[in-house]
C-alpha cells in the first residue's frame, strides 16, 4: 500500500520564521504535490514536481518554495512565514502515465499555525 | 484557468436518504476523479471516469461522466452514517495540463 509520510502532524510557528515541511513517498512515484487547505476553499495547488530537481508553480506559490533533491522526498519551505498561511498542508504523490494523471495519495496532512 | 466549480457546498440528509453532489467544468475534460475525505482525514482516491457518458458504481455510489466532458456527478443512495466526509471532484482539461483541478467540495453531514 502506498504511504506518504508528512514529518510533522502540528506545527506552530512565529511570524517571520523560516519553516520546512517535509514529505516522504514510498512507491518510487514520479509526481509530488504540495496542497494547501482552507475552509470553503477546498484544495488549492501550491507547487508541483514530476522528477527529481524539476518543479513547476501550482496555483497560488506566491509566499512559497519547493526542493526536491531525491525522489521520494518533496519538501514545502515558507520563506517568511505569515499569519495567512495559518492552514492545513497536505502533500501527495502519484505515478506518471503517457499521456493520462493518475490517482494521488495523499498524505495526513501537517496543521501549521503561524502567531 | 480551468475552473471546475463544484455544488452543493454542504449537505445535510437524514439516515436512508439519498444524495447528490455536482462537479461542472468550464472545459472539456479529459476524465475526471472523485475523493473522499472523512473528518480529520485526508483525500482518498475513489474513481476515475474517463469516457463521455460512463457510469460506474461502488455498492451504492454511482458516479456519472456527462455526454459533453464537462459535467460530473456523485450519487450515494439511502445514505448511512459511514458516508459522512467531504467528497471531492479533480478535472484534468482536454489538451492541457496533466495535473487535475480540485473542486471545493461538498461536505455531506448524515444524521441518525
Known amino acids: 500500500d502506498v504511504k506518504v509520510t508528512q514529518s510533522s502532524r502540528y506545527l506552530v510557528k512565529r511570524t517571520g520564521e523560516k519553516v520546512f515541511l517535509e514529505c516522504v513517498q514510498d512507491?518510487?512515484?514520479?509526481?509530488m504535490f504540495w496542497y494547501r487547505q482552507d475552509p470553503g476553499l477546498g484544495l488549492r495547488l501550491i507547487y508541483f514536481?514530476?522528477?527529481?530537481?524539476?518543479?513547476e508553480k501550482g496555483d497560488i506559490p506566491e509566499g512559497y518554495s519547493v526542493s526536491r533533491e531525491k525522489k521520494e522526498r518533496f519538501s514545502l519551505i515558507l520563506e517568511s512565514a505569515s499569519t495567512n498561511q495559518t492552514s492545513m498542508y497536505l502533500c501527495?504523490?502519484?505515478?506518471?502515465?503517457?499521456?493520462?494523471?493518475?490517482?494521488?495519495?495523499f498524505g495526513d496532512g501537517t496543521r501549521l499555525s503561524i502567531l | 484557468g480551468q475552473q471546475v466549480m463544484q455544488i452543493p457546498q454542504y449537505q445535510h440528509v437524514q439516515e436512508g436518504e439519498d444524495f447528490t453532489t455536482y462537479c461542472n467544468s468550464s472545459t472539456t475534460l479529459s476524465n475526471i476523479q472523485w475523493y473522499k475525505q472523512r473528518p480529520g482525514g485526508h483525500p482518498v482516491f475513489l474513481i476515475q471516469?474517463?469516457?463521455?457518458?460512463e457510469v460506474k458504481k461502488q455498492k451504492r455510489l454511482t458516479f456519472q461522466f456527462g455526454e459533453a466532458k464537462k459535467n460530473s456527478s456523485l450519487h450515494i443512495t439511502a445514505t448511512q452514517t459511514t458516508d459522512v466526509g467531504t467528497y471531492f471532484c479533480?478535472?484534468?482539461?482536454?489538451?492541457?495540463?496533466?495535473?487535475?483541478?480540485f473542486g471545493r467540495g461538498t461536505s455531506l453531514i448524515v444524521h441518525p
Open positions: 471516469l474517463v469516457k463521455s457518458g
Open positions: 514536481s514530476y522528477d527529481v530537481k524539476m518543479k
Open positions: 479533480a478535472g484534468r482539461e482536454s489538451g492541457g495540463s496533466y495535473i487535475p483541478t
Open positions: 512507491m518510487d512515484h514520479e509526481n
Open positions: 501527495a504523490s502519484s505515478f506518471i502515465r503517457q499521456g493520462s494523471n493518475q490517482p494521488q495519495h
